[in-house]
């Protein structure tokens, strides 16, 4: 007989993990182990990790930093665990989940099951229709200010399997591996990019931020994905109010609101605008502003709505830009329909959420390319752009279906 390991972990939950970080993908860690490389002797990495973790001597490797461009041009600092790090995470992610999951506030929506971005928004929407101002919160450098004393008392309130705890506590202390090699020690945040570190950032602003609103300012409805906030107040004075209030308790949890990003924003369509600093806002890749709007009976009136943001849409640009279309002329326009289908029909399906019309300028820049891509392709309209155009439409008209959004923006088409 074996010896009893110190942790009960399945080796069922190891591979149920490895299922769900094979799904996800992502790149490689320190180790520049890729999925497919950690696949080569799958048993056998499997059997060494869930060993590890039962007998509790796993520790994590250092986290890789990344860094991605933000929409306001600066760089996002991304940690990348390693394949079997992230393995790991999921571990413990399915088992710490379900104890926090029901604690968490129902307007709290990032990163957690049957909620997503857009129901977010859509709440947005129907609460900026009913109330006249707006905070809109940003946090400076949450996740990377994150309080590791004050996250483990949250994580100890709500579990009492050592192992969690355990693993929970290193990976939090796990150095950050920068790109020259160099080796940064940490002492508060969790990286973002890691499996576990979405729903640590959750069960921390529960704490923080939605528990004490509900006991501070029981009256002011928020949404909360993540670190992105909005609450909705009655009167200019009240936002004024629960935002002193609000900075107040950042500051006393170790975090501070960014002073140029967080704003109060008046959210009404009526005659007193154009008065105020502040008369819109950006949420989760959507401008709210006063648009025109029609009633179901064909009643025009002015609402205050969301519609995908300038920043989105140049995201959305800056991507097809990055697909190189002009130089790829040994493929057909259906080569590139197959291909970048999925991801137009992911961005019809979340930015087409609200106000589609104002997303359809980002897909017809797309077709605009599509024109130049024929220009250089086809000798009989080559460097005639007019020609061009032409030559999209008449694709349009002959096979209406064959981009994913052409059947939305193109309706005398398909008549």
Known sequence: MGKAKPFSIAKKEVWEAYKRVRSNQGSAGVDGQTIEGFENDL????????NRMSSGSYF?????????????????PLGIPTVSDRIAQMVVKQRFE??????????????????????????????????????????????????HELLMLAVKKHTDCKWVRLYIQRWLKAPVQLPDGHLIERDKGTPQGGVISPLLANLFLHYVFDKWMEKEFPSILFERYADDIICHCVSEDQAKFVLGAIRKRMAECKLELHPEKTRIVYCKEDRRRGGYTHEKFDFLGFTFRPRPSMTKNGKQFVGFNPAISNRAQKAIRETIRSWNLNRRTNE?????????????????NYYGSFCKTVLYQAFKYLDVVLSRWAKRK??????????????????????????????????????
């Open 98 to 147: 379900p104890e926090v999951e029901p604690y968490f506030h129902s307007d709290s929506y990032g990163y957690r099951p049957g909620k997503s971005a857009i129901d977010a928004v859509g709440t947005t929407r129907r609460r900026c229709w009913r109330y006249g101002w707006v905070i809109d919160l940003d946090i400076k450098g949450f996740f990377d200010n994150i309080n």
């Open 60 to 76: 994590p490797p250092p986290v890789r930093r990344v860094e991605i461009p933000k929409s306001d041009g600066r760089l996002r």
């Open 332 to 348: 057909t326009i259906e080569d590139f329909a197959k291909m970048y289908n999925p991801i137009i029909r992911g961005w019809m």
């Open 378 to 415: 086809y000798k009989r309209i080559k460097g005639r752009q007019r020609r061009a155009i032409h030559w999209v439409k008449r694709i349009i008209v002959r096979q209406p279906y064959l981009f994913a959004h052409w059947r939305f923006i193109y309706a005398w088409a398909r008549r």
């Open 43 to 50: 048993s056998n990495n499997l059997y060494k990790l869930w």
